[in-house]
């Protein structure tokens, strides 16, 4: 039982536009919400979070927006770089105390020059 | 810093061999996680360590599985007896106290069980 769902596998947008990447999650316990970028034959690099007091969070061309009452997460990228091009992955840690983080399985995002 | 440091960074081996994975944490974070990636799973926790102490284990699909911290700089997973299903990717990853939350994830492992 998936908490976590990126439902879209993959995203091809041009260079220079928008890219918005979508993550829904379940269990309104969640309390604090990233998003990691991962290439080829590397580990994940975080790239951004917000905690769940917080509607959005913007890191220079990145902003995450955070919907709680939809529970849903999304991840702006604008302006669009090819350099952007991989996998990005949501994650969520639930409340209380645990350090786990729960992770979406990947969306696959390809910018085009 | 070196960032964390796996090993080794391919791993071949055959059904019922016992596999090692290693993990270097970066100097001075105290929390230590161990995860798994598949096409089916995506990236799972399999256990967690603050301070070289098992904190959450739940993750850690049987008893096949284990995992050690004897210091703070070193880590192990161990497969025992390895079997093709756990044919994966396998991360570290380590984190700062509590109040810094960024997860910093090795190059991982890939294993291939035959």
């Known amino acids: 039982d998936q908490q976590v769902k990126q439902n879209s596998p993959s995203l091809s947008v041009q260079e220079g536009r928008i890219s918005i990447l979508n993550c829904d999650y379940t269990?309104?316990?969640?309390?604090?919400f990233l998003w990691y970028k991962k290439y080829p034959a590397e580990g994940p690099t975080f790239l951004i979070s917000?905690?769940?007091?917080?509607d959005k969070n913007e890191d220079g061309r990145f902003t995450v927006f955070l919907n709680k009452s939809a529970k849903h997460l999304s991840l702006h990228i604008v302006p669009s770089q090819p350099g952007d091009s991989a996998v990005y992955f949501c994650?969520?840690?639930?409340?209380?105390?645990?350090?786990?983080?729960?992770f979406g399985k990947g969306m696959k995002l390809t910018v085009n020059p | 810093d070196a960032g964390v440091i796996q090993s080794p960074r391919h791993e071949v081996t055959e059904m019922g061999q016992e596999v090692t994975l290693r993990c270097k944490p970066i100097?001075?974070?105290?929390?230590l996680f161990w995860y798994r990636q598949t096409m089916m799973r995506g990236l799972e926790l399999l256990i967690y360590?603050?301070?070289?102490?098992?904190?959450?284990d739940s993750g850690m699909p049987e008893d096949r599985f284990s995992a050690k911290m004897p210091n703070a700089s070193f880590s192990t997973l161990k497969i025992q007896p390895s079997e093709p299903r756990d044919s994966a990717v396998y991360f570290c990853?380590?984190?700062?106290?509590?109040?810094?939350?960024?997860?910093?994830f090795g190059p991982g492992t890939r294993l291939t069980v035959l």
């Open positions: 990853a380590s984190r700062g106290p509590v109040g810094t939350d960024t997860q910093y």
């Open positions: 269990n309104s316990m969640f309390d604090y």
């Open positions: 917000i905690s769940s007091i917080k």
């Open positions: 994650a969520v840690r639930t409340q209380g105390g645990s350090e786990k983080l729960v």
């Open positions: 100097s001075g974070h105290d929390y």
């Open positions: 360590f603050n301070n070289n102490v098992p904190i959450d």
